[in-house]
């Protein structure tokens, strides 16, 4: 690793929990577009299923300092490079991790929200029309 390595890690993290997000809301999305007959239940399924995802991504991010680095899909992504110490690569992926997954599940909690607020807007109107 060379002396950027808080920079690879953290590169090395938003591409493996990027990923694992990206199929999740890919997941997500074909659950909705297989309700989209049902509006509100498509945005309500959607809420409650992104929520579900944000709940798994603290999850992680609280488990993440203490799971053993080699056992992490950013170690595969470095190279499992054997120049850093144990200790330092421990704290700089487990760091970088919980970090990230944080930052994720932010942002999946806010679309939840949205999908919350869409299916209400729906609901509302729908119940003025015809």
């Known amino acids: 690793m060379t002396d950027d ?30 309700l989209a007959a049902f509006p509100v239940l498509a945005l309500r399924s959607g809420a409650a299923l992104t929520m579900l995802m944000a709940a798994i991504l603290l999850l992680k991010a ?32 487990g760091t970088a991790l919980r970090d990230v997954l944080q930052r994720y599940a932010g942002w999946s909690a806010a679309a939840a929200v949205l999908f919350w607020l869409a299916s209400l807007a729906w609901r509302l109107l729908d119940a003025g029309g015809p």
């Not at 053993?68 to 899909?73: A, L």
């Not at 595969?76 to 421990?90: D, F, M, N, T, V």
């Open 62 to 93: 609280l488990q993440a300092p203490a799971k053993p680095f080699k056992r992490t899909e950013v170690w595969l992504i470095l190279g499992r490079p054997e120049r850093i110490a144990p200790a330092r690569a421990q704290r700089l992926i």
């Open 5 to 34: 390595a808080p920079g690879e890690v953290r590169r090395a993290a938003e591409i493996s929990v990027g990923r694992a997000v990206g199929f999740g809301a890919l997941a997500i999305g074909c659950v909705v577009l297989g």
